[in-house]
């Protein structure tokens, strides 16, 4: 077998020389002793033995395992660090707060009592954001907090971030202000009984249903159009810190887009900020500005209780024209003005008890009575949605609301047919390119947020 086996290799060598030599005319040739070959070698295969007739052992071997204790011993080498996370309460202390996150160190408690930096946790409102890490035995190894921007001309933009850090002995504090990260959020929901409960079921904070009702206020009446079934969708700013979403604040910043379908007519705005002043308002996707001269209501929320008509006076006890409208809200509800203006008149007038007076131009004028507050004074320029006062029942009044009067050159008008028929404008044409890729992009959007009924989906660019 072994005389075979060199013959057929030096076959196959002599073949691969004369091929180089040859290759055309000893193609032919080499493939067919190579066949040949092929027959050997097959010929030659049956001669192995079979593997299943050889003898068989089996061999045993005891494999050494380390202990459970070894192993025990082996983890308590690891260094243990133990972390955890809450928000801070109004009564809490620096011992309650720490016990809470499982801290037991009496440095990191003296440090958050007499640290004027830290105590800035335990101190003021609750809501702040608290993480911790441990070691093993309590002691604490960093804490950082996350609170509202201790200047409140960066309260909706920033956030203070407080830590705490142990180097060796010591606990060393640091105080800073960081930005706040805004990531874009899609969101929708069905009303069942009220607008404020339909975004509670979406899991949307209440500021997400004011600016809402800011948005469509001038098509809109949501103390009396608003409909079982009505629908909406929304497009907003949910703002973090170090991507964790804050707890102040309501948690969000500006809704970009909404659509609210309101008795199967669907409504659709946007927020546009000018580029040159930096000053922002609703518009429709088509450009039209859904800022309107007037508001339908000086209220965000609340019920009328008497229209613009003739009705029985409840004090005087006969018949009168009721020459404005009547919104019952409790006692401190914030009333806005409802168009820019100047305050002509802030304080008590009769029977209208606490009253504010604004002139919008040379010839129309707003009444706001039985206030329990004035937010005001004579002679101050006022916007469109600007706290003028609150909610009372003070002057002739049977329980808090507020009586809204709408004047053209002294004669009374119909508040909500004012609103309805106020004028509103376009965007300005330098600014149209980049509004209405704002628009296409809100579109697109819109449409994605319908399929989050019921909740919300996070960063939508």
């Known amino acids: 077998m072994l005389s075979a086996k060199s013959a057929a290799l030096d076959l196959l060598s002599t073949c691969n020389a004369t091929l180089r030599r040859h290759p055309r005319r000893l193609t032919t040739g080499v493939v067919a002793v190579l066949a040949g070959f092929g027959a050997t070698a097959f010929g030659i295969a049956p001669l192995v033995p079979d593997a299943a007739t050889l003898p068989q052992r089996v061999v045993t071997q005891e494999l050494q395992i380390a202990g459970l204790d ?20 109004a009564s809490d202390t620096a011992d309650t707060l720490l016990r809470r996150l499982g801290v037991a160190d009496p440095l990191a408690a003296a440090v958050l009592r007499h640290d004027a930096d830290a105590r800035r946790l335990i101190d003021g409102r609750g809501g702040k954001m608290v ?74 904070p209440d500021a997400i249903a004011s600016q809402m009702i800011e948005a469509f206020s001038g ?61 922002g308002s609703w518009f429709g996707l088509d450009g039209k500005s859904r800022r309107r001269a007037f508001l339908a209501s000086p209220l ?49 007038q009769g029977g209208y008890g606490n009253v504010v007076q604004i002139k919008h131009g040379a010839d129309k004028t707003t009444v706001y009575a039985h206030l329990s507050r004035i937010d005001v004074r004579k002679g101050q320029k006022i916007e469109q949605g600007q706290r003028i006062g609150a909610v009372g029942a003070s002057g002739w009044a049977t329980g808090p609301h507020l009586h809204f009067e709408y004047r053209v050159n002294g004669a009374f008008q119909d508040p909500l047919k004012v609103a309805r028929a106020a004028e509103t404008v376009t965007i300005d044409a330098a600014a149209r390119p980049q509004f209405m890729q704002l628009a296409s992009t809100a579109r697109s959007q819109l449409a994605a947020a319908v399929t989050t009924v019921g909740g919300f989906r996070g960063d939508a660019e």
């Open 300 to 348: 965000a929320f609340s019920r009328v209780t008497s229209g613009f008509a003739m009705r029985f006076h409840p004090i005087l006890q006969s018949w009168r024209a009721h020459n404005g409208v009547d919104y019952g809200a409790p006692t401190g509800t914030p009333v806005k003005a409802v168009g820019d203006g100047v305050v002509d008149f802030a304080g008590q």
């Open 219 to 279: 098509d809109i009446d949501f103390h009396r159009q608003l409909r079982k079934g009505d629908s909406f969708s929304v497009v907003f700013e949910a703002l973090t810190a170090d991507d964790q979403p804050i707890t102040w604040n309501d948690a969000t910043g500006h809704v970009l887009a909404a659509e609210f379908t309101n008795n199967g007519k669907t409504h659709q705005a946007l927020w546009f900020a000018d580029a040159r002043t930096g000053k």
């Open 70 to 89: 070894a192993q025990v011993d082996a983890l308590a080498a690891q260094p243990l660090e133990l972390s955890h996370s809450d928000v801070t309460r």
């Open 131 to 204: 993480q911790v890490r441990t070691a093993a035995d309590g002691t604490l190894t960093e804490l950082i907090a996350r609170f509202p921007a201790l200047s409140e001309s960066q309260a909706g933009t920033h956030f203070t971030r407080l830590t705490l850090r142990r180097d060796g002995a010591r606990i060393t504090s640091q105080l800073e202000t960081a930005p706040l990260q805004r990531q874009v959020r899609l969101g929708s929901g069905t009303v069942r009984t009220s607008l404020f409960a339909a975004t509670d079921d979406a899991r949307l």
